[in-house]
């Protein structure tokens, strides 16, 4: 086992998972970047200097023990299993919104700043994945592509001898992200949602001007409780875990990127050991 020294301010998920999955969601501290970017900015397309995101990256992984697998986000749906085979080149960028594994050591992330960040594990710690969720991309399907792709995992195949895992033997842990006071949308958004399932209309509340206020961690768990999860923990909608309320401990996109000029990334993380 390599050593864990997680920065004090970093985020321990407390949910009901096994010894050997690690998992932890950054906040602002223990980095180098300046301001706007303050202090563990995780975001190399985020304006901040690349030098500085790059020694941020390297204190993650020492902390951790492990080099997080950074993906090249786009808001979409694709799934990849990690480790990627064959392998891509050195500079390659995985575009990818979500990602699973059962090989000990490799160390799913997701970045995000308002996005919601969504890690999974089983109950016997035999596999673990990441989705990076904003609206559009759970809209569209991001958390099914990925419980799918991780039901289909040979560690959790191969123990069931092929059956399919009971989706109540999935653990589930909602990071930080853009609260239900602070997330205004147009009705586009709430169109889309309510396609899906119209039971999605309580998790928005009317506003002037055609506007809504949107609950994205609210969105999630609903989405969830339909594939069968019973085990999800972490964002409960209240205050201390909108980043756009909380801006000396969590970098907020919508909160920064006009007044300040830019807005950091924080990383989600999860792991086998």
């Given at each position: 086992?390599?050593?864990?020294a997680l920065h004090p301010d970093w985020i321990v998920p407390r949910w009901p998972a096994p010894d050997a999955v690690h998992a932890v969601f950054t906040t602002r501290a223990g980095g180098v970047s300046r301001p706007p970017f303050d202090s563990l900015n995780l975001g190399r397309p985020s304006g901040d200097d690349v030098a500085c995101v790059d020694i941020n990256r390297r204190r993650l992984a020492d902390a951790i023990g492990y080099p997080?697998?950074?993906?090249?986000?786009?808001?979409?749906?694709?799934?990849?299993?990690?480790?990627?085979?064959?392998?891509?080149?050195?500079?390659?960028?995985?575009?990818?919104?979500?990602?699973?594994?059962?090989?000990?050591?490799?160390?799913?992330?997701?970045?995000?700043?308002?996005?919601?960040?969504?890690?999974?594990?089983?109950?016997?710690?035999?596999?673990?994945?990441?989705?990076?969720?904003?609206?559009?991309?759970?809209?569209?399907?991001?958390?099914?592509?990925?419980?799918?792709?991780?039901?289909?995992?040979?560690?959790?195949?191969?123990?069931?001898?092929?059956?399919?895992?009971?989706?109540?033997?999935?653990?589930?842990?909602?990071?930080?992200?853009?609260?239900?006071?602070?997330?205004?949308?147009?009705?586009?958004?709430?169109?889309?949602?309510?396609?899906?399932?119209?039971?999605?209309?309580?998790?928005?509340?009317?506003?002037?001007?055609?506007?809504?206020?949107?609950?994205?961690?609210?969105?999630?768990?609903?989405?969830?409780?339909?594939?069968?999860?019973?085990?999800?923990?972490?964002?409960?909608?209240?205050?201390?875990?909108?980043?756009?309320?909380?801006?000396?401990?969590?970098?907020?996109?919508?909160?920064?990127?006009?007044?300040?000029?830019?807005?950091?990334?924080?990383?989600?993380?999860?792991?086998?050991?």
């Amino acid at each position: 086992m390599r050593p864990i020294a997680l920065h004090p301010d970093w985020i321990v998920p407390r949910w009901p998972a096994p010894d050997a999955v690690h998992a932890v969601f950054t906040t602002r501290a223990g980095g180098v970047s300046r301001p706007p970017f303050d202090s563990l900015n995780l975001g190399r397309p985020s304006g901040d200097d690349v030098a500085c995101v790059d020694i941020n990256r390297r204190r993650l992984a020492d902390a951790i023990g492990y080099p997080p697998v950074f993906m090249g986000q786009v808001h979409g749906v694709v799934s990849v299993v990690l480790p990627v085979v064959p392998p891509l080149p050195e500079d390659a960028v995985i575009e990818a919104d979500a990602c699973t594994t059962d090989s000990p050591g490799t160390v799913c992330t997701v970045r995000v700043a308002d996005c919601l960040s969504v890690l999974f594990t089983d109950r016997a710690g035999r596999a673990v994945g990441a989705a990076h969720a904003g609206w559009r991309g759970l809209a569209l399907g991001v958390l099914e592509r990925t419980v799918a792709q991780f039901c289909q995992l040979p560690a959790l195949a191969d123990a069931v001898h092929g059956a399919p895992i009971d989706p109540a033997d999935i653990l589930v842990w909602l990071g930080p992200c853009i609260g239900p006071g602070a997330f205004e949308v147009g009705g586009e958004v709430r169109t889309a949602f309510l396609a899906g399932d119209a039971q999605a209309e309580r998790c928005f509340r009317p506003q002037r001007d055609k506007k809504w206020l949107a609950d994205l961690a609210a969105l999630a768990r609903q989405r969830l409780q339909a594939l069968g999860m019973v085990s999800i923990h972490g964002n409960d909608s209240t205050a201390s875990w909108c980043t756009v309320g909380n801006p000396s401990r969590f970098f907020s996109h919508r909160r920064d990127s006009v007044a300040l000029s830019g807005s950091g990334r924080m990383a989600a993380c999860i792991w086998i050991i």
